[in-house]
T-cell receptor
């Protein structure tokens, strides 16, 4: 039962253009959403997050949009740079016991072509 | 964010043996977690490492197979016991502070079981 889904395993974009990575979820109890970037042989790096009560959060070149009615979020990267080439994971927070835990999607491999 | 190190970075082990992975953080943190990323898969939470008490395991993971210790607020170990080839994965520790949603990850330990 995959509660967080990233249906595009890969995405290729030209340098300078917009990258849009998508994520769908099924659990309406998720209260926070996060995006991570992962390079090979490294741990995931936190990028940006959004509360379930917001619909947009922006940080530099990165913007996350949340559509609660559609249970969908997306990460926009503008402009895309070759250094953005990595696997991107979306994650959702849910409370269980005394703390929240993260449920991760399967990841999207972004390739930014020079 | 905290600086997190893991030892070993990678290992090749024989079936039936055990491996202990260490996670060290450069500052005291409230929560520590252990994840597994099987080849081509998402990150899956194994357990929450509780300081001074037994770890809290997720469904599908048991203490006999993945014993965890957390003797203080900066250190934790995960043991993968009686290994089989299906245990070949990247094992990651992560940390978070109270009141925050984002987790910060170590570089991971790549385990291959032959």
């Amino acid at each position: 039962d995959q509660q967080v889904k990233q249906n595009s395993p890969s995405l290729s974009v030209q340098e300078g253009r917009i990258s849009i990575l998508n994520c769908d979820y099924t659990n309406s109890m998720f209260d926070y959403f996060l995006w991570y970037k992962k390079y090979p042989a490294e741990g995931p790096t936190f990028l940006i997050s959004i509360s379930s009560i917001k619909d947009k959060n922006e940080d530099g070149r990165f913007t996350v949009f949340l559509n609660k009615s559609a249970k969908h979020l997306s990460l926009h990267i503008v402009p895309s740079q070759p250094g953005d080439s990595a696997v991107y994971f979306c994650a959702a927070s849910v409370w269980g016991g005394a703390t929240n835990k993260l449920i991760f999607g399967t990841g999207t491999l972004l390739a930014v072509q020079p | 964010s905290a600086v997190i190190s893991q030892k070993p970075s990678r290992d090749i082990c024989q079936r039936g043996t055990s491996l202990t992975i260490q996670c060290q953080v450069d500052s005291q943190v409230t929560m520590m977690f252990w994840y597994r990323q099987q080849p081509g898969q998402s990150l899956t939470l194994i357990a929450t490492a509780n300081q001074g008490s037994e770890a809290t395991y997720e469904s599908g993971f048991v203490i006999d197979k993945f014993p965890i210790s957390r003797p203080n607020l900066t250190f934790s170990t995960l043991t993968v016991s009686n290994m089989s080839p299906e245990d070949s994965s990247i094992y990651l520790c992560s940390v978070k502070t109270s009141g925050r949603y984002e987790q910060y990850f170590g570089p991971g330990t790549r385990l291959t079981v032959t």
